[in-house]
T-cell receptor, first 115, second 114 residues
Framework: AQSVSQHNHHVILSEAASLELGCNYS??????LFWYVQYPGQHLQLLLK??????LVKGIKGFEAEFIKSKFSFNLRKPSVQWSDTAEYFC?????????????FGQGTILTVHP | DAMVIQNPRYQVTQFGKPVTLSCSQT?????MYWYQQKSSQAPKLLFH???????NEADTPDNFQSRRPNTSFCFLDIRSPGLGDAAMYLC?????????????FGPGTRLLVL
């Protein structure tokens, strides 16, 4: 069965700092990869996803992620964070085998951005 | 513009007293999912419906059941809640038909077991 590992439980940054959140998955076949974000008091929502093509994908609010197949990684990046990026970020994988989006999530990374 | 609605947002129940959580959607999606998320842990898929077809995860306890009477509604029944079942329960939907499709989540119901 597939699994997803997020390296950091809590990341604290100042505004304008660069961000990289690590995500590794364990599955040898074709995968679809997602980052979801949960802002305080809100529901989970999609930030970006990769399913084929260019391994560098761009999402909302200036986020991007790079799929590196050889490293089984899908790290999330943002060059300059804002206070409003304070949220919990979840990496997720769909390892195929179905015709719909059944997901396995990582444990999440809480990002706190200080003004 | 609420798309996935969960009621109630907070639910308190007693040890062993059956409880039902509800989820409704306005997206007309084919697939509905229930996740359990305990504190500081990943959301864990319990089961899902593709239309009327029920799919249970292998490690979901028998204590958890689900019903989907129509496209719009899905219920999570916990027959005899234990203290370990206290968690956030998330409902999600997806269109169905594509492995890369997005899931749309509700706000969750936080269950407290006394």
């Amino acid at each position: 069965a597939q699994s997803v590992s997020q390296h950091n439980h809590h990341v604290i940054l100042s505004e304008a700092a660069s961000l990289e959140l690590g995500c590794n998955y364990s599955y040898g076949g074709t995968v679809n990869l997602f980052w979801y974000v949960q802002y305080p008091g809100q529901h989970l929502q999609l930030l970006l996803k990769y399913f084929s093509g260019d391994p560098l994908v761009k999402g909302i609010k200036g986020f991007e992620a790079e799929f590196i197949k050889s490293k089984f990684s899908f790290n999330l990046r943002k060059p300059s964070v804002q206070w409003s990026d304070t949220a919990e970020y979840f990496c997720a994988v769909n390892a195929g085998g179905t015709s719909y989006g059944k997901l396995t999530f990582g444990q999440g990374t809480i990002l706190t951005v200080h003004p | 513009d609420a798309m996935v609605i969960q009621n109630p947002r907070y639910q308190v129940t007693q040890f062993g007293k059956p409880v039902t959580l509800s989820c409704s959607q306005t997206l007309n999606h084919n697939v509905m999912y229930w996740y359990q998320q305990k504190s500081s842990q990943a959301p864990k898929l319990l089961f899902h419906y593709y239309d009327k077809d029920f799919n249970n995860e292998a490690d979901t306890p028998d204590n958890f059941q689900s019903r989907r009477p129509n496209t719009s509604f899905c219920f999570l029944d916990i027959r005899s809640p234990g203290l370990g079942d206290a968690a956030m329960y998330l409902c999600a939907t997806s269109r169905g038909g594509q492995v890369e499709e997005t899931q749309y989540f509700g706000p969750g119901t936080r269950l407290l077991v006394l």
